[in-house]
């Protein structure tokens, strides 16, 4: 079992930067790919970002390459998403998810999930 819990969330003005963490407790976080998605009212959860067990390996959806960077350190067994030039669109819960499926990108392949953290973007 790995538990996972997110904070960092809150209410930003367009342009603005937050950083998500998620701290996870349990079993080997490192044997783990971490991944952020997001899920704005009435749309379906989307992938935003996986970093591999390793951090060797990075994959974005298209809507936030150069603005948010994945990362994590594995002796805090903490992940994180570093968010800015943050737009209105940007607006969702953010979830942080744990797989044993090498940069999976689908939900589906995510054994574990935190409670997400919201963010708010105002234009």
């Known amino acids: 079992q790995v538990r996972l819990v997110e904070s960092g969330g809150g209410l930003v003005q367009a342009g603005g930067s937050l950083r998500l963490s998620c701290a996870a407790s349990?079993?080997?976080?490192?044997?783990?790919?971490m991944g952020w998605f997001r899920q704005a009212p009435g749309k379906e959860r989307e992938f935003v970002a996986v970093i591999s067990w390793t951090g060797g390996r990075i994959r974005y959806v298209d809507s936030v390459k150069g603005r948010f960077t994945i990362s994590r350190d594995n002796a805090k067994n903490t992940v994180y998403l570093q968010m800015s030039s943050l737009k209105p669109e940007d607006t969702a819960v953010y979830y942080c998810a744990a797989t044993l499926h090498y940069t999976a990108t689908y939900s589906a392949q995510y054994d574990y999930w935190g409670q997400g953290t919201q963010v708010t973007v105002s234009s």
């Open positions: 349990g079993r080997i976080f490192s044997s783990y790919a």
